[in-house]
């Protein structure tokens, strides 16, 4: 379902219709979320996989205050991000996420697979079980790309002294 990048970055409505018109096409739904700043090699395996689990791949996208992990983050704002993944193939739909979790995201979208980098699989934190708790209570499951390339923003802004 691959869309010009022009169209692919909307707002949480069109995100839930995107959503919604798949599962009633009898299409499977998958949604990634996260920062995703400083985009790398592990993120376009992540969504590249994720894309081969569901037939819609949507992306949901933190605001620039839930990325501030220290001094100069996010590097790129919200926008600059949800337009670097909308260049993606792999990625049918992008939007903002309203809240400091995916958790308004996931109850609008519904989605079949919620789906998280091999470093969640191990050490996913409150707000992963909180967000894995409502995919479930929605029919859907939590899935994790698997590791043959990881990497990390944070490692990347460590390495190069961003």
Known sequence: MSRPRTDKVVDLAEFAQTAERARAAGRTVALCHGC??????????HFDQASRLADVLLVSVSADSVCAKGPGRPAFTL?????????LEAVDRVCAAPGPTAIEVIRAVRPHLYVKGPDYRHCPGARLR???????????????TDDRVTSSSTELFRRFHV
């Open 36 to 45: 995703f700043d400083l985009l790398h090699v592990g993120h376009v395996h």
């Open 79 to 87: 926008d600059e991000r949800m337009a670097v993944i909308a260049a």
């Open 130 to 144: 909180a967000e894995a708790a409502v995919v479930e209570e929605l029919g859907g499951r939590l899935v994790h």
